[in-house]
């Protein structure tokens, strides 16, 4: 008996349009369903990596303070940070103050930078500020600034031995710049360490927080202990995300659950799976029996039915990665799918993939659709090829 050519099974179902609609169907459902997974996973990802990516540009790799509130920088301090590990350090004196601007007014933490070390931990476009000051950008369209603009700060001071003084000074915005999360782009300003120092009535080089940059970002940890080992007692160290552990935490025990949950939807799209079988079963059954009759062997029939749902599933997952650039090019960057910083910490989100979320995924997305080819498969056994016949032709 001559065999029969592979391809006469794809050509019995898709003669129909019917049929070839219904495949469409399952697949973009499929799709969509990885889509909606790979896309939620993505944005966490994304929340994640843009607001340590925030931190970062305002902490440097680690932050430390001195566990008696201010120190003094001086070149023995300054030796103990130089190792082979350790890029750069920036000193920073920081205190609280007011902004005043056209009769509104704004809770600020004032951060008094040495520009060219800040700079070089924290990668922010600030240049020499002279006698003038540097905002965030959110806090530039609260009060609606622009470079030139001046704005009153109100800092208390101690300068004339009174804890009760409250000094006026007014400034020229000399930068703008964004930090990427809103609270700091809201209520940071900058300004030279030295003029604070002036208008704080302190001696030279006083400050209460540093910042490091790190050569090897993966030794970060080990780094930290060494440091507080080396400084014990006299500095706290922390990673520049400490802040926002709890919150980064708490978004890797989301994704993980959350993904969980979303296989709801895979199994509402691998229902259209099974439909699809089921309709091509009972529509094709009778082409099917004549074609084993004539000579098709199980084993043919098995392989095709696996040949087709790897390629529902392949077509599915590609059609899934083009509809996650969709979700994070378009949707995401509509005016009014806008989030709230002030709700959300970041003002902006993206979609971050890597190769082990896609393989998440998609391996679970295999895992389901092989089930269904083996229940498949475990029907085909079951039914006789005289039986089927019969069945047809009674």
Known sequence: M????????F???FEAKSSL?????????????????????????????????ALSHSNGDIKFSAKDGHFVKTDALVAKFSEEEIRSTAFVLQVEAFAISEGRSKGILLKGIEYKDFSQITNLNLKDLGQGIAIGKTFADYFNISVGDSVVLAISTARH????????REFEVRSIISHGIYEKDLRFVYMEKKVLENLMGYKDDVSNLGLIKINNFQNLNEIIKQLKYKFEGEFSFQPFWNEFKVLIEAVEV??????IILQLIVIVAILNVVAFTIFISEKKSQDFFMLRALGLSLKSLQRFWFITFLGIWGLSCLLGYFLVIVFDQIILKLPFLKIPGDIYVISDLKIILDNTDYAFVFGLSLIWIMLIGIITMSRLKRTPLIAGLRQEFS
């Open 161 to 168: 031995g009174s804890e009760g003084d409250v000094l006026l």
């Open 21 to 53: 609609k219904f495949l469409i169907g399952t697949i973009s459902s499929f799709a969509f369903s990885i889509a909606v997974i790979l896309a939620t996973i993505g944005l966490m990802d994304g929340f994640e990596f843009t607001l340590k990516q």
């Open 11 to 13: 050509k019995i179902i």
């Open 254 to 259: 989301e994704k993980i659950s959350i993904s």
């Open 2 to 9: 001559a065999r029969l050519p592979f391809t006469s099974m």
